[in-house]
């Protein structure tokens, strides 16, 4: 396994370089990165609903959509990431977060830091957030990677992403600041967040049984760089994918929000669009592109959906919860 912590703080550098190593190497990584002030969203998210722009423009705070799915998150430096990208077998492509987190708490518990597993995919202390994950499989191999709350500004952090009521219809709290908490209030001593840096990088060496750092050689630097530059900072990908159309229908389902957002014309679905905070083993594009050219009507719509893995596109999510959405 290869041990590494990225110097940049670009969200574009840091974004290309988990999907450089996750679909160019064979070899597993643990990483340790943290970005600038920005909002880092989910692959088939709608941008423009997920943040208060007047709030990131007047503050330059950056915007970047990640290879994996799951909510909005906002990152600055009192944020650690971290990142797994593991090799695994055809039979274990399974979206099970908890497997991957168990050093995470491991780590915590340790610093004498209560965390646990909670939900679908995050780490709470005495149930408020500490760290929310998201995964994506390529091929042979799979990206799993989180935030670590250490010493975020949580005003920042409330304001520049918008939150959708959906997400608390179900919840006793009303806001995203009484449901976070920052690790360094729970610790036992006090440290700062490259002191947590050093420990937890140190804690995974010895449960991998690594011994030291690699650094990113020059061709990988060069790669990395020209990945950032063509696809991770642009506005085609961070904000292209989150046009308008004539349909806009959002529902709350087991696996998360599932929206979609339709052209239809003539009757007949010209473009559709998934966004949301759920999770995928296959990209939610392709079960799109099939629907394309179908009558906008329940039967024909079903009939599209014949034959097709809903769960794999959408996890948790069955035919009857898509019909809903899309009709």
């Not at 994918?241 to 239809?264: C, E, F, H, I």
């Not at 939610?284 to 959906?305: V, W």
């Not at 996890?315 to 809903?324: A, F, K, P, R």
Request: proline letters at 3%.
């Amino acid at each position: 396994m290869r041990y590494l912590w990225l110097p940049t703080q670009s969200p574009y550098v840091n974004l290309a370089t988990e999907e450089y190593l996750l679909t160019h190497t064979e070899e597993e990584v643990f990483m340790l990165w943290q970005n600038c002030d920005s909002v880092i969203i989910g692959r088939h998210q709608n941008t423009l609903a997920e943040i208060n722009n007047d709030f990131v423009e007047a503050n330059n705070i950056l915007i970047a959509r990640r290879l994996t799915g799951g909510g909005a998150v906002f990152h600055d430096l009192g944020n650690l990431n971290f990142s797994f990208i593991r090799n695994v077998e055809p039979h274990e492509k399974e979206i099970d977060f908890a497997k991957f987190l168990r050093p995470i708490v491991g780590a915590l518990q340790e610093l004498g830091v209560p965390a646990a597993f909670s939900g679908r995919n995050d780490l709470v202390v005495h149930d408020k957030k500490i760290s929310g994950n998201a995964m994506v499989f390529y091929e042979n191999r799979v990206l799993e990677h989180g935030t670590l709350l250490f010493s975020t500004v949580s005003n920042n952090l409330v304001q520049a992403l918008r939150v959708d009521p959906e997400k608390f219809r179900d919840k006793a709290v009303k806001s995203v600041r009484s449901r976070v908490t920052n690790i360094s209030e729970h610790l036992p001593r006090p440290m700062t967040v490259m002191e947590f840096k050093d420990y937890l990088m140190n804690y995974i060496l010895r449960q991998e049984g690594g011994r030291q750092l690699s650094q990113l050689d020059e061709h990988e630097v060069q790669a990395i760089q020209q990945l950032a530059k063509e696809k991770f900072s642009t506005w085609a990908w961070n904000y292209g994918q989150s046009p308008k159309y004539a349909l806009d229908r959002k529902m709350r389902t087991q696996g998360g929000t599932v929206q979609v957002v339709m052209d239809v014309r003539n009757g007949i679905v010209a473009d559709v669009h998934f966004y949301g905070d759920f999770f995928f083993r296959k990209d939610p594009d392709l079960l799109a592109q099939a629907l394309i050219g179908t009558a906008h009507t329940e039967s024909a719509l079903r009939k599209a959906l014949q034959g097709i893995a809903v769960e794999q596109y959408f996890n948790g999510v069955t035919q009857e919860d898509l019909l809903q959405i899309l009709v």
